[in-house]
T-cell receptor, first 114, second 115 residues
Framework: KAGVTQTPRYLIKTRGQQVTLSCSPISGHRSVSWYQQTPGQGLQFLFEYFSETQRNKGNFPGRFSGRQFSNSRSEMNVSTLELGDSALYLC?????????????FGPGTRLLVL | AQSVSQHNHHVILSEAASLELGCNYS??????LFWYVQYPGQHLQLLLK??????LVKGIKGFEAEFIKSKFSFNLRKPSVQWSDTAEYFC?????????????FGTGTQLKVEL
């Protein structure tokens, strides 16, 4: 099976702009989660979508939003970008195996806000 | 708040040395436990996972981990490391209160294996 794919891989934006990142999960996986990775804060959970519904949400401001489509593909959007939003954004899709749900990660989108 | 702790932030070992990386979590309920690895320039990959059953789990590349419920620990071990094991290792937990499928990660351990 193909792994989780994310596009674009790299983005440069300026403060105040908005950005949309895309994630295609592993075939058959219905859950998609998003994480932010920074050197200072580490890996932090943004939100999870399952069957087009947000199932869980982390402690990020409302500028961070997401959605999931009927084919399980997901997008996340960040509006009014701030310098501190520079990070690696990781998408993970999960499926049940071995008695529980396991998340598999994509390569990430590296966002630089200038 | 529930949290995951990795006590070793940087570890330097010589090839063939044994490895043990510590991981503790703060929640006393039912949890699922994972170790992920991030090789330089690569994405997070699953090393191993624990849901239930035998507390000693084996993963890829010769890694294993032991779940000790009484100590809230899930330490990662490898008897003999190789230069190619140089990477950052993350312990992660799901099932923490209110978290559902949310992975809570430790801060990571940067492992450097010297020839």
């Amino acid at each position: 099976k193909a792994g989780v794919t994310q596009t674009p891989r790299y983005l440069i934006k300026t403060r105040g702009q908005q950005v949309t990142l895309s994630c295609s999960p592993i075939s058959g996986h219905r859950s998609v989660s998003w994480y932010q990775q920074t050197p200072g804060q580490g890996l932090q959970f943004l939100f999870e979508y399952f069957s087009e519904t947000q199932r869980n949400k982390g402690n990020f401001p409302g500028r961070f939003s997401g959605r999931q489509f009927s084919n399980s593909r997901s997008e996340m959007n960040v509006s009014t970008l701030e310098l501190g939003d520079s990070a690696l954004y990781l998408c993970a899709s999960s499926g049940v195996s071995g008695g529980g749900e396991t998340q598999y990660f994509g390569p990430g989108t590296r966002l630089l806000v200038l | 708040a529930q949290s995951v702790s990795q006590h070793n932030h940087h570890v330097i070992l010589s090839e063939a040395a044994s490895l043990e990386l510590g991981c503790n979590y703060s929640y006393g309920g039912t949890v699922n436990l994972f170790w992920y690895v991030q090789y330089p320039g690569q994405h997070l990959q699953l090393l191993l996972k624990y849901f239930s059953g035998d507390p000693l789990v084996k993963g890829i590349k010769g890694f294993e981990a032991e779940f000790i419920k009484s100590k809230f620990s899930f330490n990662l071990r490898k008897p003999s490391v190789q230069w190619s094991d140089t990477a950052e290792y993350f312990c992660a937990v799901t099932g923490l209160t209110g978290g559902g499928n949310k992975l809570t990660f430790g801060t990571g351990t940067q492992l450097k294996v010297e020839l």
